[in-house]
């Protein structure tokens, strides 16, 4: 299964910077790649990354989209005009979005759902709080998170699932392998059509340092890269750390 490796810029990034960072990375992906590999900028410098990544091996991707087609949802951007500016993958369900935007489970399906008819895949985050992970609660809560954002229709050859625990989102924390392990294979098998070949990314403070390791944990297929993915030289190594 082809590894990938997925840059969320979160609310970073200026027309100079996303020109510099970008045409870096399809100098260095070149044509073609043996890992799939994911950019995902703010919103409005989709159309400078797109312009920037013609012909090379990356990809696009977006950060959100909303659960409509259209209509009077102020700030929002419909999963149909991403596809229409041509991502190819959007997140949906980060943590960040959890909680700063009051996403429940239901929210983050409707909007993987609205994803899927668009054409995108969309890449559907779960993962516990320090809280929960301490009250024993990880595997209750991924089984809700799982069970409850993935839509109707998800497959493992047009969905993927990242596990992020929380408290290790920006905070240079990360799970131990076993842990990763642990809640991946969970992942997978609760995931019903096609768990074999269903691509879990692990996500949580990864960098050029830890990824070897963290890559090459059983039932990991890539990784959600938030901070390292600004850096040109630490998301490479990231990416050059496939199996
Ligand atoms: C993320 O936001 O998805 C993420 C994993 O962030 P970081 O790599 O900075 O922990």
Redesign the pocket.
């Known amino acids: 299964m082809r590894y990938l490796i997925a840059g969320?810029w979160?609310m970073n990034g200026s027309l100079a910077s996303a020109k510099a960072l970008t045409e870096g990375l399809a100098a260095k992906a070149g044509t073609a790649s043996k890992v799939d590999i994911a950019l995902c900028p703010p919103s409005p410098l989709i159309p400078l990354v797109n312009a920037a990544i013609a012909g090379s091996a990356l990809a696009l991707g977006a950060q959100d989209c909303h659960a409509n087609e259209k209509g009077a949802h102020t700030g929002d951007v419909s999963a149909l005009l991403l596809k229409d500016i041509g991502c190819r993958y959007v997140i949906v369900g980060?943590s960040e979005r959890r909680a700063d935007h009051g996403e429940t489970d239901a929210v983050v399906k409707a909007k993987a759902a609205a994803a899927l008819k668009a054409g995108l895949m969309p890449i559907v985050c779960v993962g516990e709080t320090e809280a929960q992970r301490e009250r024993g609660e990880t595997a209750a809560v991924i089984a809700r998170q799982v069970t409850g954002s993935l839509p109707e229709g998800a497959t493992s050859a047009n969905t993927v699932v990242a596990y992020?625990p929380v408290w290790?989102?920006?905070t240079g924390k990360t799970a131990t392998t076993d842990d990763i392990a642990e809640v991946h294979a969970q992942i997978r098998g609760l995931f019903k059509a096609g768990p074999d070949a269903l691509r879990i990314l692990y996500?949580?403070?990864?960098k050029g340092s830890n990824a070897q390791s963290i890559l090459a944990t059983a039932g990991v297929n890539g990784a959600?890269?938030?901070?390292?993915s600004l850096d040109l030289e630490d998301f490479w190594r990231i990416i050059a750390a496939c199996p």
Not at 224 to 228: D, I, Q
Request: charged share 10%.
């Open positions: 969320n979160k980060h992020e290790a989102i920006g996500g949580g403070s990864v959600l890269v938030g901070g390292a």
